[in-house]
């Protein structure tokens, strides 16, 4: 590791190299160096190249966003990578591993749950600002880094597929969640056939994706940054605003696997909306802002959809920490989703 931190920083003393984070797909370190004689904190992190088969192509991107942000009236911190010593966004090492380094935003925190509608509103509001500071950039001079990501008929027929394919006992177990996420595919379709715009999309706006001060009220918490900028495409806005209402309208987490505990809290929802459009409410088109109450149910079957086609298959995408990892999280999407209220067509 040190190899690496150096191909970064010339530094004088490396004082901790930590683990950090909660991510699904890359390996986050906390970085504490001593350097120009003043200690400094960054993040160091693996790009997961499996998952990203681009990786210059997704610093591209990021680069893009950040210059684009530079010269908006946008009151975040803007998430700009560090150049190696001899000026590349990453460094790749002699086992194929890609690694890159950014600010570490000092005393910030972030909620993996919302607690208050305070808290919805201030997040919706951070990624509404984010969302309009990105309007005015040509989603088309940004990468598919992972090609049909939001996609959902790609996402259901990789899931027929993935059923054809699935390991039979995990099947079987799965089987439920496997119907329910069949009962409801329609909606894939609904959301197709609206041909939204494209614009230049987060897509990973979980609510655990936004930096807050650490001082702030924490019932009404002070946006600091938006975060993880790896999935930044084109994409319509309804995977902005529908993984918000994912993960801030339920009580409990991605993990949860009590499902009694998971609760669609309308409240929040209410406060999503409200946060949301109060930066994008002028900028949607009326087909988009007639198609968010979609956002949420589809999102939320969307990562039912890879969460149970991850495990059906053996867990070849997301990071897992026990074998029902994958289930549990799929469970708690199809019982969310179903609290949503989303009728077939
Ligand atoms: C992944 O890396 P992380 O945890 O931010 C995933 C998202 C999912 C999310 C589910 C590249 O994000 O799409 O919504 O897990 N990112 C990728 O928590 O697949
Ligand atoms: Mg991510």
Sequence with gaps: MEAIVQQFFDYQQLVSLVLFGTGHINDTYRLEIVADGQPQTWLLQRLNHHVFRQPEAVMQNIQLVAQHLE?????????????????????CDPSGNYWRVFPFFDKTTSYEQVETPGQAHAAAKAFGAFARALDSLDASQLQATIPDFHNGLWRLEQFHQAVQNAIPERLAEARAEVDAILEYQSLFHQVADLNLP??????????????FAATSDKANPTPVAVIDLDTVMPGIVLSDFG??????????????????????????????????????????????????????PWLTLMQAVRFIGDYIVGDVYYKVKYPQHNLVRGRGQVVLFQQMGFLPS
Aim: hydrophobic share 40%.
């Design 198 to 211: 494209l614009r230049a999309i987060h897509h990973d706006t979980k609510v655990n994706n936004l930096l």
């Design 71 to 91: 010269k908006q009236p946008y009151e975040l911190k803007i998430l700009n990578p560090r150049l190696t010593l001899d000026g590349r966004w990453l460094h």
């Design 243 to 296: 993984d918000l209402v994912r993960t801030a309208t339920s009580l409990a987490n991605e993990d949860e696997a009590d499902l009694t505990k998971i609760h669609f809290r309308q409240p929040i929802y209410e406060a999503l909306l409200e946060g949301f459009l109060s930066e994008m409410g002028e900028i949607l088109t009326p087909a988009e802002r007639n198609a968010l109450p979609l956002a949420g």
